[in-house]
Antibody, heavy 120, light 111 residues
């Protein structure tokens, strides 16, 4: 079974750093793109960016460029999303997704989500 | 403000057919595939339709997608109570350096 399993919920203070993870299993991790999608409380879905673990080719949404870093460690089939300095506005659910292609691939499956809460 | 425009809400009674629209532009829907996702309450979204009108295995044929020009639609026939969810359209957008854009989502209520 193809699965993406994300790390657990996080509670952080503004200014702190954070790295959340997404482990893929049941497929060739280096042959598919892994993306990240943000969902703020009570709001819709926003695409943040995507990485191809096979060669680490990474693309960002203009809205998130410079705000987060996407990376992957293919040796352990895990992708990451990290912040160097969190803000309260980063409070959201973050989903990792698998995609067959950069432009022509749908997101399937989705991870279970990682809830990030940033509060002083 | 989302790049793709969806009605915020839709409703229908069991057994009815409902459609949800998704309007975009030449840089997204007009030149790329459309995808639809279903998000049941308290759960992660799930791929419902890919490449405009294709259903992943396991998705009932009550769900269908279509695209014409810069607009797309999701149709649900034989509406069931378990279809009550949020539905999102998405497409690649060729503008700037390229990115995936989502609609704002449509909350479907089964009356």
């Amino acid at each position: 079974e193809v699965q993406l399993v994300q790390s657990g919920a996080e509670v952080k203070k503004p200014g702190e750093s954070l790295k959340i993870s997404c482990k893929g299993s049941g497929y060739s991790f280096t042959s598919y793109w892994i993306g990240w999608v943000r969902q703020m409380p009570g709001k819709g879905l926003e695409w943040m960016g995507i990485i191809y673990p096979g060669d680490s080719d990474t693309r960002y949404s203009p809205s998130f460029q410079g705000q987060v870093t996407i990376s992957a460690d293919k040796s352990i089939s895990t992708a990451y999303l990290q912040w160097s300095s969190l803000k309260a506005s980063d409070t959201a659910m973050y989903y990792c997704v698998r995609s067959t292609g950069l432009q022509g691939g749908g997101f399937d499956p989705w991870g279970q989500g990682t809830l990030v809460t940033v509060s002083s | 403000q989302s790049v793709l425009t969806q009605p915020p809400s839709a409703s229908g009674t069991p057994g009815q057919r409902v459609t949800i629209s998704c309007s975009g532009s030449s840089s997204n829907i007009g030149s790329n595939y459309v995808y639809w996702y279903q998000q049941l309450p308290g759960t992660a979204p799930k791929l419902l339709i890919y490449r405009n009108n294709q259903r992943p295995s396991g998705v009932p044929d009550r769900f269908s997608g279509s695209k014409s020009g810069t607009s797309a639609s999701l149709a649900i026939s034989g509406l069931r109570s378990e279809d009550e969810a949020d539905y999102y359209c998405a497409a690649w957008d060729d503008s700037l350096s390229g990115q995936v854009v989502f609609g704002g989502g449509t909350k479907l209520t089964v009356l």
